[in-house]
């Protein structure tokens, strides 16, 4: 790999390339790495694809496009985009400027054009080497202290993002990059200090990388299908585009919540598959704990919990309603706590209700939040009222009203201390977690009983009452109806909760693992749960089948029915 007789470099493995000065920071005694002169003397982008397994032409080519995120195909978001721009701006002026003053070991001019000025940027990028030092980690405590060594290590850069944080630094969106905050299957995060030009002051950053690894990705791609946002589809064989498409989807996640003021990480920038937020976390670069580490203080701990509790149950409606947004992973995980506040984080998988599986996302979230709040003591609600809580149009999404409609919830819940009652609500609750959930019109595959249920007054009993009532039940009795793709051979595979419109890839496994909805599930595996559910559902189908009409009947009724009340 390294055999292109570049001159012997001061930086040895473990001889740092650059040199600290007190009050002068890191000073470089290497001038380019050996990467970035690789790059020059091949004269070719080429030759830089000899770290991961990448044939691909545009290996480091599109680093120095200028593709930010694309506003047009995204019009709803909120927060301008202005940064990016000035950035940019700024790092023409720095190419323009420091590419010259820098010393070229090949003087041998590249033949294109696009590859002459690739090259000066690469220049400008080496002086900043010895700004990323990825040795300094922090993380707080104990927690993933054998993972935060381990990055240091192991957890070395590829070329790629090691020229793209170069490139952040020469566009002065972050200063110096530091060590690992949190490295994990899918991402690592960085901890990051920009200094102001002026007055010097420092201010943190985190950097979350997203990592190539072609099983865990695999996995995520469930997320994307049914997403209208992109619509353009992916390539799944393509690792790179992939990774960027999570950092996007990250990306304007976080700007769409952000720009809600519900605490989050700012958004800062983006380039393919890093990403560049506020850090949450004290001036000193300890980040604030998961909450799941939260360590409260006082002797009104309990109080504190409940709090929380209703402060996030509130977040989620408002995350529904303002953003429309689901946020997918939710749990004691992706949220960091700090001075009574919840930060949301990790919003990658985060899907707009239009998602075929949006609904089925948020009751797992739902069931999370619960399951975490109840094990603190937590008087928590029961799932069903939260999902009709979070999901019911009407209603408020500001503090305080948000808190006061909880509080009616309370009041007017099942009384939770009889045993009877507390033991139905449980039943229900239970229901509810296994009950098939309905995401379109194509997708109420019973209709007629529905609509029986709904004239019996037992329509409250539908999950998708609050949200699709008016749309799918029409008073009259008729309504959208099956479709065409719900035949016995699906019936008999007991996928009871795979909704149609996912993506038919035949991963069994894969699919399985979702049975319950839930992403990224190995975290929260339940075999024997998983198990009951499977068998709660082909029970339920099985019922279901007795009651059926027959096929060409119903679609006869569709097709009688489906203009009257298709939107
Ligand atoms: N903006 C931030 N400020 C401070 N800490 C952060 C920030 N973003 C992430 N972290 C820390 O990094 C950890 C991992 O971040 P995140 O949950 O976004 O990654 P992830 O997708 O879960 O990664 P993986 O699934 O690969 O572990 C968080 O638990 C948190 O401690
Ligand atoms: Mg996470």
Redesign the pocket.
């Known amino acids: 790999m390294d055999t292109d007789g570049v001159a012997a470099s001061p930086a040895a493995p473990h001889q740092p390339p650059y040199q600290y000065t007190p009050n002068q920071g890191y000073e470089q005694t290497e001038q380019v790495p050996r990467e970035l002169l690789r790059q020059q003397q091949a004269g070719a982008l080429h030759a830089a694809a000899d770290g991961e397994a990448d044939d691909d032409d545009d290996y480091l080519e599109d680093i120095f496009d200028d593709d930010d995120v694309d506003e047009q195909d995204d019009e709803d978001w909120a927060a301008g985009d202005g940064d990016l721009t000035k950035t940019y701006n700024r790092q023409r002026q720095l190419n323009d400027g420091g590419a010259a003053a820098l010393p070229r070991s090949n003087q041998q001019k590249p033949k294109a054009n696009t590859l002459a000025s690739v090259d000066d940027q690469v220049s400008a990028l080496a002086r900043h080497a010895a700004k990323i030092r990825l040795d300094s980690v922090k993380h707080d405590g104990e927690r993933d202290k054998d993972k935060a060594d381990r990055a240091t290590s192991e957890q070395v850069l590829d070329q790629r993002t090691r020229m793209i944080l170069l490139q952040l630094i020469n566009r002065g969106v972050v200063s110096e990059v530091h060590g690992a ?2 490295t ?4 690592n ?1 960085y901890g990051a200090v920009s200094y102001d030009e002026e007055t010097g002051a420092a201010t943190q950053r ?1 950097i ?1 990388v997203y990592k190539t690894a072609i099983l865990v990705f695999k996995d995520r791609e469930r997320y994307i299908t049914g997403e209208h946002r992109f619509k353009g589809g992916f390539d799944k064989g393509n690792n790179r585009k992939m990774v960027k498409l999570w950092a996007e989807k990250e990306y304007r996640n976080l700007r769409r919540i952000y720009s809600a003021g519900i605490p989050c ?1 700012e958004p800062l920038a983006l380039k393919l598959h890093v990403l560049v ?5 004290d001036k000193k670069g300890w ?2 704990p ?1 909450l799941r580490d939260a360590n409260l203080q006082g002797d009104d701990v309990d109080q504190q919990w409940q709090a929380l509790y209703v402060q996030l149950l509130g977040t989620m409606r408002r995350m529904y309603q303002v953003c429309k947004l689901v946020h997918a992973d939710l749990s004691e ?2 949220i ?1 706590y700090h001075a009574g506040k919840l930060y949301i ?2 919003v ?1 998988q985060s899907v707009e209700p239009d998602h075929p599986r949006s609904l089925e996302f948020l009751r797992m979230d739902i069931k999370n939040v619960g399951d975490f709040f109840r094990r603190k003591g937590v008087d928590t609600l029961p799932d069903r009222a939260i999902f009709n809580f979070i999901t019911v149009p009407e209603g408020p999404v500001e503090e305080p009203a948000l808190g006061e409609a909880l509080a009616k919830l309370y009041e007017t819940r099942r009384d939770a201390t009889n045993d009877e009652e507390a033991a139905a609500e449980e039943v229900d609750t239970e229901v509810f977690r296994n009950q098939y959930i309905p995401q379109t019109l194509e997708q109420v595959y019973d209709v007629e009983k529905d609509v029986k249920r709904l004239n019996l007054g037992e329509g409250n009993d539908l999950v998708y009452s609050k949200l699709l009532a008016d749309q799918v039940v029409a008073p009259k009795g008729d309504g959208e109806g099956d479709d065409e793709s719900e035949d016995e051979s699906e019936d008999e595979s007991g996928e009871g909760a795979s909704l149609d419109g996912e993506s038919e890839e035949g991963d069994d496994d894969d699919e399985s693992r979702f049975d319950k909805g839930r992403p ?1 599930g190995r975290k929260f595996e339940d075999k024997d749960e998983k198990k009951q559910h499977k068998l709660a559902v082909k029970e339920a189908k099985r019922e279901k089948r007795k009651e059926k009409m027959p096929k060409h009947m119903k679609k006869k009724l569709v097709s009688s029915t489906s203009r009257k009340t298709k939107k």
Do not use: Q, T
Not at 277 to 281: D, P, R, S, T, Y
């Open positions: 905050i949190s994990g299957k899918e991402a995060v985190a979350k990480p937020m506020g850090f949450l976390g980040a604030y998961r995980y992706n960091l984080i990790d990658s990224r």
